[in-house]
Nanobody
Framework: QVQLVESGGGLVQAGGSLRLSCAASGSIFLINTMGWYRQAPGKQRELVATITRGGSTNHADSVKGRFTISRDNAKNTVYLQMTSLKPEDTAVYYC??????????WGQGTQVTVSS
């Protein structure tokens, strides 16, 4: 019963901050890379950030310096700390988790809306 539950989205004014969380259902599964993606209306899904099991991170140029991805391996949880939010950050944010042997799973998505 693998589940990814996202939380933390909402409405915020430009310049504000939000922290997204994505928690896997159990700790018995080994997890490799975790990541965040987003999709705005009328646009393709894009990679936001990834983090390996060892903690190596990559952030998209559009969010670098503003967003920070992190993870807690003991809790099987990945976070996305978002600061200095801009209207163009408005999108549905999805987490992706690469489970060892099971493959990739996606969260249900959480809406982030940034007003100008």
């Amino acid at each position: 019963q693998v589940q990814l539950v996202e939380s933390g989205g909402g409405l915020v004014q430009a310049g504000g901050s939000l922290r997204l969380s994505c928690a896997a259902s159990g700790s018995i599964f080994l997890i490799n890379t975790m990541g965040w993606y987003r999709q705005a209306p009328g646009k393709q899904r894009e990679l936001v950030a990834t983090i390996t099991r060892g903690g190596s991170t990559n952030h998209a140029d559009s969010v670098k310096g503003r967003f920070t991805i992190s993870r807690d391996n003991a809790k099987n949880t990945v976070y996305l700390q978002m600061t200095s939010l801009k209207p163009e950050d408005t999108a549905v944010y999805y987490c992706n988790v690469e489970f060892r042997a099971l493959g990739d799973y996606w969260g249900q998505g959480t809406q982030v809306t940034v007003s100008s």
